[in-house]
């Protein structure tokens, strides 16, 4: 017999809603990532355990229900088999994209849960403000896989203008924050089209994020007067 939506929430998860985890963990993971330029492939292993972490504390943040949680946790365990297949081959090309593809399926079900956290909320307080910060790095994350792609596919995509020289994972996190954030320093650039696409994708992206979520906090606002 099928059960009811009320019987299919989940009777224990101390840390639903518990946002400030997450936030804490992304935070750490894509302003910390430097740490792993000075520790050579050791930095490439806590980096990926690190969002493997990430991961975790994501699913339990933002499932309340078996299927939310089966979900993401399905997701986050196929990014999980992923990297740990990249990193015993490295080089392999074909692993380090299945590694990226897999990575953009749970980050997109763990934002979208957050969405609808702040969207469901009755009032703004901490826990929106918290999720709501989240929601946008965890969109520079989004896109970071998806540079990746492009210059495994098509390497020299990006070009560091400093350096001259194609760009490492490392910088294209930064990358990512920049491009979104839509200050552009011209250190790095695009040079394939479909690079310059996804930029200029991901301009458009964090420019209409804050739109939205702007008319959503002053709506919520409303309401509770």
Known sequence: MKEKPEQQKLKFNPLYGAVGFLFVMVVALNFGYPITLSIGP???????????????????????DRNSLIRTSFAALAWMVASVLATIFPGNVFLSVLQFMAFIPCLLLI????????????????????????????????????????ELLSPHSFIDNGLGQPVQW???????????????????????????????L????GVLYIAVLMGRLVGIYRQEK
Request: aromatic residues 14%; proline residues 2%.
């Open 111 to 150: 934002i979208g849960a957050l969405f609808g956290f702040i969207f469901n909320a009755q009032m703004v307080d901490g826990r929106v403000l918290i999720t709501a910060i989240t929601i946008y790095i965890l969109l520079g994350s989004l896109f970071t896989p998806l540079y990746g792609m492009i």
């Open 42 to 64: 050791l930095g490439l292993i806590l980096f990926l355990t690190g969002y493997a972490l990430m991961f975790v504390i994501g699913v339990l943040v933002t499932s309340d």
């Open 170 to 200: 490392q910088q294209l996190i930064y990358y990512s924050m920049i491009t979104l954030t839509t200050v552009g320093y011209g250190d790095i650039i695009p040079v394939n089209a479909w690079a310059r696409t996804l930029a200029a």
């Open 202 to 205: 991901e301009g458009m992206t």
